[in-house]
């Protein structure tokens, strides 16, 4: 479009207390923009001044330099035909500068490069264009014909969406079919209750916008979300194609110099989808879990002795009836394992064991259940039921590590020491009940057999021991590959009630993608985000850096081996854009030359030891967030740094460091999500990657001469605006010792 510019600066918040407006306004039109001053932009007043313009001069690309980017969004916002680009003048300026008055020059050059990089950004920026596909599906495939499946598909259709639900025994309802009882669902949470099972079968079997294959899996998915191509096959069919082999960027580099053979020769069999696949806009994976190996402790006898059986295999004999009048559940392994539950071991199986409690005492007039335990969690309303077990004659429970189990006649006795008597304990029972934990489906095989560059399977599973979720903590349901949602038992153990609950919301997830990709924007965690990556392929070597380092399997290979995008995979972290070399990709508001021009908008004294200048790029998920909550409790920020927001440090190309260097900045630090076992990236590897790439840098530091200590990263959590100023004051104070970019002037 034909940018007409206006440029505003709002003066309330303080903000007309800390800087001198016509100091600010002076750098707006170094850039050639004039800028209007206004002393509460938000306002009545100030919103008319702006629209006067939108409306009598065709102002369509505005600058804001006000408050921060992540409030006010939707007062500032001017329609789809506008580009509008805010400067954080309150939360990282005003209400940062500690005790500083107007005149102080440290604050003045903060503010002004403020606003020399906010012009910067708008003059960089495109507007737009949402990539809209052709024929897009609505209908959605549910994988998985058990709790979790047969609700996703009902209350999808329920929403007026046509479900393809796809089952591989003979039956619909998994392992509920198996079960007795399910737990309470409501107060006074004291009485078992009938499965709903049958229920759900009914309903799902009855909708007119189901349609049901059992004894049926799926083979193959390639596509993209609103156009996944799904071929099936006969539960049980040998797959024709392999998985592909991972390959590290080196080792990609040694097979494109020929020093290396290609173990994915023959990979374009696998990931070209089948021509007469079905279509399907989005995929609900339900395939639910299975009981987890527990033959691995020999002292407990399973495998070895008659009567010792799980959790599982208990529950189909009291189904049957045939509940034994002294049994004992073992809920971990103790031994040598006595500090740690059985594997998958979590608040369901505490819960079954108390379930199972009840059957020995309901079916026996004189039953008898021991709960040996080393935790028993019984999370929400559930601790209701775990009272009221407590309570109950017949049920004793302890904690307590199991050393033996072993024949006693013709029952077994159960050894068992440092319990909550303090002493050791023996028990005769006729059975032994162990807690087998719950396995996902997605921890043993690929499972959704996806037809992606990146390999049939999710990456990266063993950091969620096998649970299929994207983020953790964020982003429920979601899973590395956008348009496949997963509840029930392959994403966390769940009680029926939970599994329910989950179920919908991953039916919600899958039209929330459908309805994402129909409008051409991203679904998450950049909801609504119309931008694409855009490719210049006349320069691309084929280095499949960008293939390799996404975490979200949004790039395939063409028949050549170059990066075939799918933008509707694609979430719009720019890790891509950070990971190429030739600096090719870019997106219409987010791209190379935008940062790294923003990045020299920064006026760098090259006459001060004094005024040190130093980019600190932000990740807006976290780090940003952090950033503008320390300033709203007006925690004072070193004024010699510069925050330039973005994506994702995944995004970020070790160009503009570089760049940052070259021109003269004294130091580079980037600040993002936490990552690992207790935290994560939002764009899962971001930070990650970003701290790889970071060892490079400090390679070619060194042969500049510089000192690679000039550049660093750091993790910082949502949560950490308390911590974040002694973060930043921290390695100013190194950069200091250190002294001035001797490239300072050149």
């Known amino acids: ?137 609505k209908r959605i495939l549910v994988m998985g014909g058990g709790i979790a499946g047969l609700t996703a598909a009902t209350e999808a259709a329920k929403a007026g969406y046509e479900v393809t639900l796809v089952e591989k025994t003979a039956k619909l309802g998994g392992k509920a079919l198996g079960w007795r009882k399910m737990f309470p669902t409501a107060y006074p949470y004291s009485q078992l209750e009938q499965p709903n099972i049958e229920q759900l079968v009914a309903a799902a079997t009855g909708s007119s916008k189901i349609t049901v294959k059992t004894e049926t899996e799926v083979a193959r998915i390639g596509g993209a979300p609103g156009a996944f191509k799904v071929s099936f096959k006969a539960a049980g069919e040998k797959n024709e194609w392999d998985a592909p082999a991972k390959v590290t960027v080196d080792e990609q580099e040694k097979i494109d110099k020929g020093e290396k053979e290609d173990p994915n020769a023959g990979l374009q069999k696998y990931t070209a989808a089948d021509p007469n696949a079905d279509i399907y806009g989005a995929v609900v994976l339900a395939t639910g879990w299975r009981p987890a190996d527990v033959s691995e402790y020999e002292h407990l006898g399973y495998g070895k002795l008659k009567n010792v059986v799980t959790n599982a295999e208990f529950e189909k004999l009291a189904k049957e009836g045939r509940v034994p009048a002294k049994v004992a559940f073992i809920q971990s392994p103790g031994g040598k394992d006595n500090d740690r539950d059985f594997p998958y071991c979590n608040s369901v199986t505490s819960m079954v064991a108390l379930k199972q409690a009840q059957y020995v005492c309901d079916d026996n007039e004189n039953g008898q259940a021991y709960i040996l335990y080393q935790h028993i969690r019984t999370p929400g309303n559930t601790e209701l039921f775990y009272k009221g077990m407590q309570q109950r004659d017949g049920v004793f429970m302890t904690k307590a590590a199991v050393t033996k189990v072993e024949e006693c006649g013709s029952g077994l006795k159960v050894t068992a020491e440092n319990t909550l008597l303090g002493e050791n304990l023996e028990l005769t029972v006729d059975m032994v ?74 039916a919600l997830k899958a039209i929330q993608c459908i309805e994402s990709a129909n409008r051409g924007v991203a679904v998450h965690p950049r909801s609504g985000d119309m931008t694409f990556p855009d490719f210049f392929f006349q320069r691309c070597t084929q280095c499949k850096r960008c293939t390799e380092e996404c975490p979200f399997g949004a790039l395939d290979d063409d028949a050549k081996g170059t990066p075939l995008p799918n933008p509707t995979r694609c979430r719009r972290c720019g890790t891509c854009m950070g990971a190429c070399p030739e600096r090719i990709i870019g997106f219409a508001d987010y791209n190379i030359d935008m940062i790294g021009s923003m990045v020299k908008a920064i006026n760098v004294p090259d006459d001060d030891e004094d005024k040190l200048r130093i980019a600190v790029f932000v990740c807006e998920n976290d780090a940003y967030p952090a950033l503008d909550m320390a300033g709203m409790r007006r925690n004072k920020l070193n004024t010699l740094v510069r925050f330039i927001p973005v994506r994702c440090l995944g995004s970020v190309n070790m160009v503009w460091i570089k760049d940052a260097m070259s021109s003269g900045m004294d130091g580079v630090l980037l600040l993002g999500c936490r990552y690992g076992d207790n935290y994560q990236c939002h764009f899962v590897k971001g930070s990650e990657i970003a701290n790889r790439r970071m060892a490079n840098i400090g390679e070619t530091l060194g042969t500049l001469g510089l000192e690679p200590e000039r550049v660093a990263a750091e993790q910082v959590a949502i949560t950490d605006y308390d911590k974040i100023p002694g973060i930043i004051e921290s390695f100013v104070e190194s950069i200091k010792e250190m002294g001035p970019n001797p490239f300072k002037g050149f």
């Open 433 to 506: 009940v162990l807690a087998a934990g719950m396995v996902p489906t997605t921890a043993d095989a690929p499972t959704v057999n996806l037809a992606y560059r990146q390999g049939p399977a999710f990456l990266d599973l063993d950091l969620f021991d096998g649970y299929a979720d994207s983020h953790f903590i964020c982003f429920p349901y979601e899973t590395r590959r956008t348009g496949v949602y997963t509840c029930g038992g392959v994403r966390k153990a769940e009680t029926m009630e939970e599994t329910i609950d989950d179920a919908t919301g991953a």
């Open 1 to 137: 479009m034909s940018k007409v510019y206006g440029a505003y600066l709002c003066t309330g918040c303080g903000i007309g207390n800390v800087l001198d407006a016509e100091g600010l306004k002076d750098a707006a039109s170094e850039t050639g923009i004039k800028m209007q001053e206004h002393d509460c932009l938000c306002g009545a007043d100030g919103l008319a001044l702006i629209n006067k313009d939108i409306a009598e001069k065709g102002v369509n690309t505005l600058v804001i330099c006000a408050c921060s980017p992540r409030v006010m969004q939707d007062v500032f916002n001017f329609g789809e035909n506008t580009i509008t680009i805010r400067g954080n003048l309150r939360e990282q300026v005003a209400w940062a500068a500690g005790d500083a008055e107007k005149g102080d020059e440290f604050i003045q050059e903060l503010g002004e490069d403020y606003v020399r990089m906010a012009v910067t950004r708008a003059q960089k920026s495109e507007l737009p264009k949402p990539y809209l596909l052709e024929n897009i599906s």
